[in-house]
Structures are given as structure tokens and as C-alpha cells.
């Protein structure tokens, strides 16, 4: 198994997720700035996780511009 290291910190999925989400709610966006200190917390930041890549995989995909 290879680890991408440039996104093994997390900070580009945290700032995509806030994108694509729309609303979030305070609490989630102070867990996504800051990082979790409590289990309760790493649980909800690996529930937020899981709705990302669900949000991800549900977007159209990007077409190539075919115009003449």
C-alpha cells in the first residue's frame, strides 16, 4: 500500500468537504479547522470523512471541452 503524503495530513479533504457540503454547522467546522481531541471527536471527524468521499463519489464527472 502506497500513502499519498501530500494529503496524509488531511487539510485538503477538510477544506473540499466545507465546499461541497454547503452548510455545516459550527461545531463540525471547529472540529475540521482544529483536529479532534477526544474520541467522540475523532468518531464524528471520521463520520465527516466517510460524507465526503459519499459526496465526492455522488458529483458529475468533469467533461472535456469539445468545442470547435
Given at each position: 500500500?502506497?500513502?499519498?503524503?501530500?494529503?496524509?495530513?488531511?487539510?485538503?479533504?477538510?477544506?473540499?468537504?466545507?465546499?461541497?457540503?454547503?452548510?455545516?454547522?459550527?461545531?463540525?467546522?471547529?472540529?475540521?479547522?482544529?483536529?479532534?481531541?477526544?474520541?467522540?471527536?475523532?468518531?464524528?471527524l471520521?463520520?465527516?470523512?466517510?460524507?465526503?468521499?459519499?459526496?465526492?463519489?455522488?458529483?458529475?464527472?468533469d467533461?472535456?471541452?469539445?468545442?470547435?
Amino acid at each position: 500500500m502506497t500513502v499519498n503524503w501530500k494529503e496524509s495530513d488531511g487539510a485538503e479533504w477538510r477544506e473540499e468537504f466545507k465546499q461541497l457540503k454547503g452548510t455545516v454547522s459550527i461545531d463540525d467546522i471547529k472540529l475540521l479547522d482544529e483536529g479532534a481531541t477526544t474520541m467522540k471527536e475523532a468518531w464524528r471527524l471520521g463520520a465527516l470523512h466517510s460524507e465526503y468521499k459519499r459526496l465526492k463519489r455522488n458529483q458529475p464527472p468533469d467533461l472535456p471541452d469539445i468545442k470547435r
